[in-house]
């Protein structure tokens, strides 16, 4: 069995749990029907911050109505098994959710941010927020109001956790992606890392990456069902 193992999730092992993905061949996807360039950029915030909290006000009340699936709990039992034999699991989601967590894995990097957190632009505290955010919000730390935005990662935006991303895609004697259509770097871009360090690469999705070349094998389906088969196999390797 490999003993360090690293998951990319996307917004595929979430879809399942009826939160929408971003983009798929059949143009149905949020981003085919929102401009990113209006809903996800520091620009829009600064231009427009109503609109841009409404997107993502609606977004957490799906969320928290929203239920992980058989995927993410297989996730969690893969670190429980990794951890048993002494090795680790680095579960790197470009997911906002929270789904993973709520399933039972311990240590999920969000590179992408958190929707149920806040941060203040003012003075950068960031704290749990399960409720509608608008301007008119103040910062429970500093006070100001109009400076609360989503604990998210915007385009333009550098990832979080690239550092510790970095040392455990070295790390690796394995590398999975799941439900990501790898068309965003620079998570698009960690297969090649993996491959480059002599990493077996393994895609599972419902259809075929951007990215799917740099694969050495790929399990196409829904996560629901390909993550739990692939995680026995890993487990019982
Ligand atoms: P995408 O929406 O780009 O891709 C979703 C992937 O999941 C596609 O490859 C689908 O085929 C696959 N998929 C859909 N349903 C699935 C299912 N039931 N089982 C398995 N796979 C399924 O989502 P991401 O790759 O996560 O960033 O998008 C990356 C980033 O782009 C997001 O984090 C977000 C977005 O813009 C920001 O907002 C900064």
Redesign the pocket.
Known sequence: MPKNIFVLT???VS??SGLG????KRGE?V?AKFD?MKL?TPEAFARDPETVLAFYDLRRRNLLGAEPNAAHFALARLEAALGQRGGSLALVT??IDDLHERAGSRRVIHM?GELLKARCNACAAVRPWRDDLTVAHACPECGRAGALRPHV???GETPLGLDLIGRALRKADLFAAI???G??YP?AGFVAEARACGVPTCEL???A?DNADLFDEQRLG??SETVPAWVEEVVGR
């Open positions: 996307g917004a595929g879809a399942e993905t971003f983009r798929d996807g981003w990113p996800a470009q997911n992408h990662v915007w385009f439900g990501t259509s068309a965003v998570a999705n419902l259809e990456a829904a996560a």
